[in-house]
């Protein structure tokens, strides 16, 4: 049974920075793309960072807009986990974290597994 269990959410001032893990289960994920997406009450769940496999040992990592340059999606398959690492956090990045498993893309429906989610709260 494939599980996606997301830890590492909290409460932080502006500015500050959290790491979220997600620890992936039932089968290696070496070869999907891992996505971190977020939802905000009353908004809909929208993309924050991918990474997908480019052959061999090659990752891609790709970002939305609102989160480039703060935000650092990586992954260590050894340990089937992923992790995003959130810096410089704003108000606006508060959230329901969601960690996800599937095909190379930005679009929600391109993943097949989910997790549970994780809350970020960032006060200012």
């Known amino acids: 049974q494939v599980q996606l269990v997301e830890s590492g959410g909290g409460l932080v001032q502006a500015g500050g920075s959290l790491r979220l893990a997600c620890a992936a289960s039932?089968?290696?994920?070496?070869?999907?793309?891992m996505g971190w997406f977020r939802q905000a009450p009353g908004k809909e769940r929208e993309f924050v960072a991918t990474?997908?496999?480019?052959?061999?040992?090659?990752?891609?990592?790709g970002y939305a807009d609102s989160v480039k340059g703060r935000f650092t999606i990586f992954r260590d398959n050894a340990k089937n986990m992923v992790y995003l690492q959130m810096n410089s956090l704003k108000p606006e990045d508060t959230a329901v974290y969601y960690c996800?498993?599937?095909?190379?893309?930005?679009?929600?429906?391109?993943?097949?597994?989910w997790g549970q989610g994780t809350q970020v709260t960032v006060s200012s």
């Open positions: 990474t997908s496999w480019g052959g061999g040992t090659t990752y891609y990592a």
């Open positions: 039932g089968r290696t994920f070496t070869t999907d793309a």
């Open positions: 996800a498993a599937g095909r190379s893309s930005t679009a929600r429906q391109e993943y097949e597994y």
